[in-house]
């Protein structure tokens, strides 16, 4: 922009003296011998300015010049800072993949010893329950291996059937789903165990 303003400012000054010397040349051949002392003075006059106008116009564009340079050097500078920023942007999103893969490592990681500790655990219920040894069975010690009286037989079987005695004299009784009991006496279901069935 300064550029072209300079160059219609130079056209211009070039087009107003050319203006004037031909306007002093037409002055001189009409008016003779006098005219040309008279027009050799404006003419030294018009040199002055021309020179004065160059000089103006070689400061003008020094000043565009320099004006230039620091537009140009602030342009490297605004560029520098954008490189720089762009850089700076391309570390934090590389460091922001690291973290998110860093993450899903540990993720990895914690599932893989999550599923380790679910088989640990089934092999040691499975160990567990291979190898448990089961109390032996404790005697009642409420029952003191005497039956109830008639009565309270009937109360507690219901319609379950009698179906013998075993070897103490106590009268087995079959509940509705094949288990085998007599009534001791507390009044109470005493279940035999499958070795003991009639």
Same mark, same amino acid.
């Given at each position: 922009m300064k550029n072209l303003f300079s160059l219609l400012f130079m056209c211009f000054l070039s087009l107003a003296v050319l203006t004037t010397t031909a306007q002093d040349d037409k002055?001189?051949?009409?008016? +003779?011998?006098?005219?040309?002392? !008279?027009t050799e003075k404006p003419s030294d006059k *018009?040199? #002055?300015k021309e020179k004065t106008a160059d000089k103006k116009e070689k400061a003008a564009d020094k000043k565009e010049k320099a004006a230039d340079k620091k537009e140009k050097t602030t342009d490297k500078k605004g560029k520098s800072d954008d490189a &720089?920023? #762009? *850089?700076?942007? #391309? &570390? /934090? %999103?590389a460091a922001d993949k690291k973290?998110?893969? *860093?993450? &899903?490592? /540990? %993720?990895?990681?914690?599932?893989? /010893?999550?599923a380790t500790e679910k088989v640990d655990k089934k092999e040691k219920k499975a160990a567990d329950k291979? =190898?448990?040894i089961k109390p032996a069975p404790k005697p009642n010690t409420k029952d003191d291996g005497k039956e109830a009286d008639a009565s309270t037989k009937k109360k507690v079987?219901?319609?379950?059937?009698?179906?013998?005695?075993? /070897?103490k004299g106590r009268s087995i009784f079959q509940g509705p789903r +094949? +288990?085998?009991?007599?009534?001791?006496?507390?009044? =109470?279901?005493?279940? @035999?165990?499958?070795? =003991? !069935? @009639?």
């Amino acid at each position: 922009m300064k550029n072209l303003f300079s160059l219609l400012f130079m056209c211009f000054l070039s087009l107003a003296v050319l203006t004037t010397t031909a306007q002093d040349d037409k002055k001189t051949t009409k008016s +003779g011998s006098k005219g040309k002392a !008279k027009t050799e003075k404006p003419s030294d006059k *018009a040199d #002055k300015k021309e020179k004065t106008a160059d000089k103006k116009e070689k400061a003008a564009d020094k000043k565009e010049k320099a004006a230039d340079k620091k537009e140009k050097t602030t342009d490297k500078k605004g560029k520098s800072d954008d490189a &720089k920023e #762009k *850089a700076a942007d #391309k &570390k /934090e %999103k590389a460091a922001d993949k690291k973290e998110k893969a *860093a993450d &899903k490592k /540990e %993720k990895a990681a914690d599932k893989k /010893e999550k599923a380790t500790e679910k088989v640990d655990k089934k092999e040691k219920k499975a160990a567990d329950k291979d =190898n448990t040894i089961k109390p032996a069975p404790k005697p009642n010690t409420k029952d003191d291996g005497k039956e109830a009286d008639a009565s309270t037989k009937k109360k507690v079987a219901g319609p379950d059937k009698q179906i013998g005695k075993d /070897e103490k004299g106590r009268s087995i009784f079959q509940g509705p789903r +094949g +288990g085998q009991y007599y009534i001791n006496s507390n009044g =109470n279901k005493t279940y @035999l165990k499958a070795d =003991n !069935k @009639l």
